[in-house]
């Protein structure tokens, strides 16, 4: 099993910026990647960002050029969060994956004030 904390949320006016921290604890050096996903009220899940075990990247087009995933080591995961809009306020949530399973933390909020 692996187990994640997210911290890092809140509330920001929009231009600003955010920090989100993943702490990874358990079964996680077999971890093939990391990754961060959003939810809006009233709308699915989405990928926001994943890194790889070999630092590979993807973002949604939606965030390209504005926010940037990245790894410490195998426990700690980030999202940098730049020139945040109205419509990144969601839950996000931390996504480990491992083989075929996928670990989910317990989400943290962030609201984008205008």
């Known amino acids: 099993q692996v187990q994640l904390v997210e911290s890092g949320g809140g509330l920001v006016q929009a231009g600003g910026s955010l920090r989100l921290s993943c702490t990874a604890s358990?079964?996680?050096?077999?971890?093939?990647?990391m990754g961060w996903y959003r939810q809006a009220p009233g709308k699915q899940r989405e990928l926001v960002a994943t890194?790889?075990?070999?630092?590979?990247t993807i973002y949604a087009d939606s965030v390209k050029g504005r926010f940037t995933i990245s790894r410490e080591n195998v426990k700690n995961t980030f999202l940098q969060m730049n020139s945040l809009k109205t419509e990144d306020t969601a839950v996000y949530y931390c996504n480990a994956v491992r083989g075929a399973f996928h670990f989910w933390g317990q989400g943290t909020l962030i609201i984008v004030s205008s």
């Open positions: 358990g079964s996680i050096f077999s971890i093939n990647a």
């Open positions: 890194i790889t075990s070999g630092t590979n």
